[in-house]
Nanobody, 124 residues
Framework: QVQLVESGGGSVQAGGSPRLSCTFD?????MGWFRQAPGKEREGVAS???????FYADSVKGRFTISLDNAKKTVYLTMNNLKPEDTAMYYC?????????????????????WGQGTQVTVSS
């Protein structure tokens, strides 16, 4: 069992640059950030492998950066140039088995453990 705890959400102005954090107690193979807006399906935002490599959804590529600090057992999602459409509940997730490639790395069913989520609300 992997325990995940997210933090760093809140209300921000469009164009803002908050950073989300997710601490984990056991290292797996891959960590991901997902988000879910009201009335929408959960979507993959970014993922990072402990062995190296990261993937991003097209909607956030160039604006969001996922990073990993193994010493602190923390994965970060740095979000730049936020837009109102980025408003969602953001979830951290961990996979026991490494997803195979970019498409699978952003699929929720590849991940076994989930945090409680942190809300990000972007106002224009």
């Amino acid at each position: 069992q992997v325990q995940l705890v997210e933090s760093g959400g809140g209300s921000v102005q469009a164009g803002g640059s908050p950073r989300l954090s997710c601490t984990f107690d056991h290292r797996g193979t891959c960590m991901g950030w997902f988000r879910q807006a009201p009335g929408k399906e959960r979507e993959g935002v970014a993922s990072i492998y402990f062995a190296g490599g990261a993937f991003y959804a097209d909607s956030v590529k160039g604006r969001f950066t996922i990073s990993l600090d193994n010493a602190k057992k923390t994965v970060y999602l740095t979000m730049n140039n936020l837009k109102p459409e980025d408003t969602a509940m953001y979830y951290c997730a961990a996979a026991r088995r490494a997803p195979y490639g970019a498409v699978w790395a952003l699929r929720a069913n590849e991940y076994n453990y989930w945090g409680q989520g942190t809300q990000v609300t972007v106002s224009s």
